[in-house]
């Protein structure tokens, strides 16, 4: 991944960070609003780079491959976890408390919010926590410490992702968790649809399961 089309990303969402502050919306409205035009705008800016969109997993042959590894690691991963939950619960600890995700009251805030954070949010965070920061990171890991490079790109990328979402106290179980998985999903099957689905079907099962 070529330096001037990360950099302009970086700054572009920054900028729209900022300048949504100024924006008199309410704050669901605003968030899905943010990442709409942050994904827009980064996509622009690899469609008018060199690699194109492809540099950011956005290969137009992988797509229907890249949307059914999805689904089939979203199974593994909900087994997975289902299987984690049930160990902690015959150890006597409330799995349910360390996923529990606060919901809106109304029920058209809920309608917003299961859109906002289970379909838009994880497409501008895969777009930027996947496919530029760690694509970017992996990429120039690579040339230093060959295969290894990927490691410190994981771990990198992981740890923003983590703390972009750090509300509150305690570990953020679900984020560390899935900014892992994320990364090795992108990193094996070489499609940004996979995390997309993995990330959108993993909230929409978190807030489900925080409904009842």
Known sequence: MNALPFILSILSVFAIEAGIR????????????????????????????????????????????????????????????????????ICGFDPFALIHVGLPKTRPQIILFFLVGGVIAPIAEEIFFRGIIYGYLRDFMFKKMDRWGVLPALFISTALFVMAHQVGSGIPLP??????????????????????????????????VSCF
């Open 22 to 89: 100024f924006l008199d919306l309410a704050p669901l409205m605003l968030i899905g609003f943010a990442r709409c035009v942050e994904a827009l705008v980064i996509l622009l800016i690899f469609y008018m780079s060199k690699n194109g969109i492809s540099a950011i997993g956005f290969e137009k042959y992988r797509i229907i491959r890249g949307i059914q590894k999805g689904l089939v690691w979203s199974a593994g991963f909900g087994a997975l976890a289902g299987l984690g939950g049930l160990i902690l619960f």
């Open 175 to 208: 984020q560390l968790a899935g900014g892992v998985v994320f990364c090795v999903a992108y990193e094996i099957e070489k499609s940004l649809f996979a995390p997309i689905i993995i990330h959108s079907l993993g909230n929409l099962a978190l807030f489900t």
